[in-house]
């Protein structure tokens, strides 16, 4: 591999990797938050909605400025801008100037997600074996440390404010010291009017492939630990081990998936993933006892995790259409799938029961594996690209 591309590659490893860590400094300060302006649990979730919007509102905007800019360029200044919106929400002395901050921040989040996946597909395409998967995996490992450190701040009684500035420099260092070794994008070539019908029809399929993926993800993130409380009757040290189950399973399958990929193809990793989600799924609703349930929400989280790499590859790869653009579309729909998902199914939770709100993440799963990865095996490539 030359040094050119390995450089660029750690360098993307480490951008991932701060922008999990990052997120996860939010989510560990959600209680701190509440506490603070003495909110409901009605204006909590308006909180979480506003990043959530603020992500989707920019998604269109940021794929143009992402192709535009460049995606090692726009990484960089992503990165800044998250950087700085994080240590703003936690600066706040309000919640109704709090709001607008988390749409910032939301917005921020989505810039710098897309240009970082937008230099993870021109790093892929420069290698001779996928990297996609593993640098998903780098997400997930820093969500986990940028968790951890934060619980420790928490228990040091370090100041929250001083806690974001901390992890704000982390990422703005990273962000400014990996531009050097970042890639040029591989120029857009004009293509036919029939490949860009070809494109748009791709990129509504992919983005379907993705709310529906991205249901499920959402339902373990928010649903694991109410069923092993309400639902598998686990002791009380076992409640929060069903979302750990899950996250583990997701970090396991990411650093494995691009052996799968360029072993099998990205299709047949799909489908493969899908009924490996599938099963899990309906492993813990058949058999709702703690440790069955544990072992489906694992192999939950081995089918899910190489799902948006392979999507996004999907995307990037489309004839005539800028990667950064095509992945912020598809990016669009997979965020909405993360909201909706778990509202969807306390909907239906509410109406009859959570085995029977969870059944909509099976349906969701057998559905991909069924029709869904049939229909996207022509955008999806067969092996790992050649080196350029």
């Not at 593993?134 to 450190?149: N, V």
């Not at 004009?190 to 959402?218: I, M, Y």
């Not at 939950?300 to 999507?311: E, Q, R």
């Amino acid at each position: 591999m030359p040094a050119a591309v390995s450089r660029a590659t750690r360098g993307t490893m480490a951008l991932f990797f701060v922008n999990g860590a990052t997120f996860a400094t939010w989510g560990v300060h959600i209680p701190t938050i509440k506490a603070r302006f003495g909110l409901s649990d009605a204006m909590l979730s308006l909180a979480m909605l506003a990043v959530a919007g603020g992500a989707i509102l920019a998604m269109g905007p940021v794929g143009r400025w992402v192709a535009r800019a460049g995606s090692a360029r726009a990484s960089m200044t992503g990165g800044l801008l998250f950087a700085l919106a994080t240590v703003a929400i936690l600066a706040m002395p309000s919640f109704w100037l709090l709001l607008p901050a988390l749409v910032a921040f939301g917005m921020a989040n989505a810039a710098f997600d897309v240009a970082m996946n937008a230099q993870a597909a021109t790093v892929e395409s420069s290698r001779t074996r996928p990297v996609m998967s593993a640098l998903h995996g780098m997400f997930s490992l820093g969500g986990m440390a940028g968790a951890g450190a934060g619980g420790l701040m928490l228990s040091l009684d370090v100041a929250p404010l001083a806690h974001a500035a901390m992890m704000a420099g982390v990422t703005a260092a990273v962000a400014l010291g990996t531009l050097p070794g970042l890639l040029s994008d591989h120029p857009v070539l004009p293509s036919a009017a029939h490949h860009r019908d070809h494109a748009v029809r791709a990129l509504w399929l992919l983005g379907l492939l993705a709310f529906l993926g991205l249901v499920g993800e959402g339902a373990m993130y928010d649903w694991t630990s109410v069923y092993m409380r309400d639902v598998a009757q686990a002791p009380d040290g076992w409640i929060g081990l069903g979302y750990a189950a899950f996250s583990g399973g997701m970090a396991c399958g990411r650093f494995g998936g691009d052996r799968l990929r360029a072993r099998l193809g990205d299709g047949a990793t799909l489908t493969g993933s899908a009924w490996l989600g599938f099963g899990g799924i309906a492993l813990a609703l058949l058999v709702p006892l703690p440790l069955a349930a544990l072992a489906g929400f694992t192999l939950m989280g081995l089918g899910a995790a190489n799902m948006v790499p392979i999507f996004f590859v999907a995307a990037s790869r489309l004839p005539g259409v800028a990667p950064a653009e095509a992945i912020s579309r598809v990016a669009r729909f997979a965020y909405l799938g993360l909201l909706l998902g778990p509202v969807l199914i306390g909907g239906v939770a509410h109406l009859s029961n959570l085995r029977i709100g969870l059944a909509l993440v099976a349906l969701t799963m057998g559905w991909i594996a069924l029709a869904g990865a049939r229909s996207a095996r022509r955008y999806l490539p067969a092996r790992a690209p050649a080196e350029r």
